[in-house]
């Protein structure tokens, strides 16, 4: 999946499916106490542990960055401005910005922690929130095309942050 993000058709392609909800899912079971490793043969063909649903959450932060186009150096790829908008809805723009950087592990912490800074706000029920609504898409992708997700993802609101003032990127 990383790989094919670095060609345009591929990414367009993987982008139409709705992939992204599933991606984001992966990054959502992301477990903040244990640490980000690789993982070796043997242990992967046992049953899925939280170190590995780790692992999976880092590989997703970095092909959703990759199919949106916003990671850098060996993991550049063709940015996806409409991709990139709906992701910026749906995770917050200071988050989806993070996910231009090669470790995974501030925005996977990030998602699934409780952050409160002048420029990230992020709770466990705007967790929840996002949970319910990547559901929601994820029936709906193999019956709609790319525009309904993006459409819908542009519509999508966090209830703690409707009371909240953002300038500049600042709350």
Known sequence: ????????????????????????????????????????????????????????????????????????????????EALFDAVKHVLTPPIARMLSSNDSEETLRTLNLNVESPMILWDVKMRGELMHFIAEMDSKTLHEDISFHLKTAEEFKYSNLADEINIGGVY
């Open 1 to 80: 999946l990383v790989t094919m993000a670095k060609n345009v058709q591929l990414q367009t392609g993987l982008s139409q499916t709705g992939l992204i909800w599933n991606l984001i899912h992966c990054c959502l079971d992301y477990d903040p106490t244990l640490a980000l490793s690789c993982l070796d043969t043997e242990e992967f063909e046992r049953s899925i542990s939280q170190k590995e649903l780790n692992y999976y959450g880092g590989m997703a932060t970095r092909a959703l960055g990759m199919l949106c186009g916003v990671m850098k150096d060996d993991f550049s790829s063709p940015y996806n």
